[in-house]
């Protein structure tokens, strides 16, 4: 039988790409069963809902997406440089992560129509998502600078500017100039710090 923790990735990496590339309705527990060979009755020993599976999903895609953050910001030399990372990976995600961008208008569209009786549910598994981003943004905020004041505000700022940029990269024809704009919130932020 495999380790616990390797079927649990083999479980979201195989119900991630279903959603990724069918939406979020997509990843279902007899569909991770056929793709990923593991009978439904060991799927729901983990995630017993469809549900709880698709927001484990998202919690997992979300903490991937944060350790590659991470670790590109290890490789930048200078307080600039990883700046500039970090502001340029939350403006710019929906450039390089388009497909996970309507998994979250998925979930916003539920929460906007009240569409079932998990929105509630929903509405706190999704806070708690945005609070791994928002958190992540403040401890390096911490990292770079000290004495750093209102870091928790500055990061949830940075976390819904993040949000307009990809919804913007939704209905723009010609996308924003992430560069340019990540440049602009770095000396900003830069000056405030």
């Known amino acids: ?13 195989t119900a991630l790409r ?9 990843a279902t527990i007899d569909s991770v069963s ?34 590659s953050v991470a670790e590109e910001l290890e490789q930048k030399s200078s307080r600039h440089e990883k700046l500039y990372t970090l502001i340029y990976r939350y403006i710019a995600g929906s450039e390089s992560h388009s497909d996970s961008l ?23 598994e999704l806070e708690k998502i945005y609070t791994q981003y928002a958190c992540f943004f403040q401890k390096t ?12 505000q500055l990061a949830w700022i940075m976390v819904v500017i993040s ?14 100039d992430f560069d340019q704009i990540a440049q602009t919130l770095c000396k900003m932020l830069e000056h405030l710090l």
């Open 1 to 13: 039988m495999q380790n616990r923790t390797v079927q649990k990735r083999l479980i979201l990496e």
């Open 18 to 26: 279903q959603m990724l590339t069918g939406g979020y309705e997509n």
């Open 34 to 67: 056929h793709i990923s060979a593991l009978p439904p009755k060991q799927i729901r020993q983990h995630y017993p809902t469809e549900e709880e599976l698709r927001m484990a999903v998202m919690e997992y895609a979300a903490s991937v997406w944060l350790a």
């Open 102 to 124: 309507s998994l979250y208008v998925d979930l916003w569209k539920r929460i906007r129509d009240k569409a079932d009786e998990a929105v509630p549910w929903i509405k706190v």
């Open 141 to 152: 905020l911490c990292e770079l600078f000290t004495g750093v004041q209102n870091e928790e």
């Open 163 to 176: 949000d307009g940029f990809h919804i913007q990269s939704l209905i723009r024809d010609k996308q924003p």
